[in-house]
């Protein structure tokens, strides 16, 4: 395959992951956008907000959470020159995690504090941030597919304590079940807690640092 049509091949794979994260983000208001059959049924619209504030919640939650998944996958993928059918499908499987995540957000807002519920959800954001680790990890092993420096762009510590804090959280959440889901915003310790380990390793920080 020649450079230039290997380049215009993953763009537009990467312009179709684009797409397929934009339908998820969609997807994800519809619960909302149907509860407005049933306005009538409420004394009025403060109510009915009143009335569904879980559902609210598990749209605001999971919103902000893929779209701090589009900017990781974002910061890991702009970096890509060539072709690779290998990293490609390591992105798909990540593709399938947010492409899943609306069916666990649905389940959120009608069984909040339902376990499998619990394990489904943040299973789920587990499964997106390991294959982005899995990405980078390929990409440093394959400098030949990327212009970046794999000291400073391609060093995939950030997602492996993505991982470790969403972990974390699983466990807080099921000891501890009035927590909630909020344990999931260990994610913001994320980036301090990778940079905190690549000084003790005699590192800089990320220059575009995965999720934060």
Do not use: C
């Not at 179709?16 to 909302?32: E, R, S, Y």
């Not at 004394?43 to 589009?70: I, K, P, Q, T």
């Amino acid at each position: 395959m020649a450079e230039s049509d290997a380049e215009r091949g993953f763009e537009r794979f990467i312009t179709f992951l684009d797409a397929i994260v934009a339908i998820a983000i969609t997807l994800l208001v519809l619960p909302l956008v149907e509860l407005t059959a049933d306005v009538d049924e409420y004394d009025s619209v403060n109510a009915l907000l009143r009335e569904n504030r879980s559902e609210l919640w598990a749209f605001l939650l999971s919103f902000l959470v893929v779209s701090r998944f589009w900017f990781a996958q974002h910061d890991s993928a702009r970096h890509v020159v060539r072709w690779d059918r290998h990293a490609a499908s390591i992105l798909m499987l990540w593709a399938v995690t947010i492409v899943f995540l609306p069916f666990p957000t649905a389940l959120m807002a009608e069984a909040e504090d339902n376990a499998t519920t619990k394990i489904l959800y943040i299973g789920t954001l587990i499964a997106t941030m390991l294959f982005l680790a899995v990405f980078e990890g390929y990409l440093r092993a394959h400098p030949e597919l990327t212009d970046a420096d794999p000291e400073h762009d391609l060093d995939p510590v950030v997602g492996v304590v993505n991982v470790l804090m969403l972990l974390i959280a699983l466990a807080i959440t099921l000891a501890i079940p009035a927590t909630s889901y909020f344990p999931i915003l260990l994610l913001l310790a994320a980036g301090p807690i990778a940079n905190a380990w690549r000084r003790l390793r005699g590192g800089g920080p990320r220059r575009t640092p995965v999720g934060e």
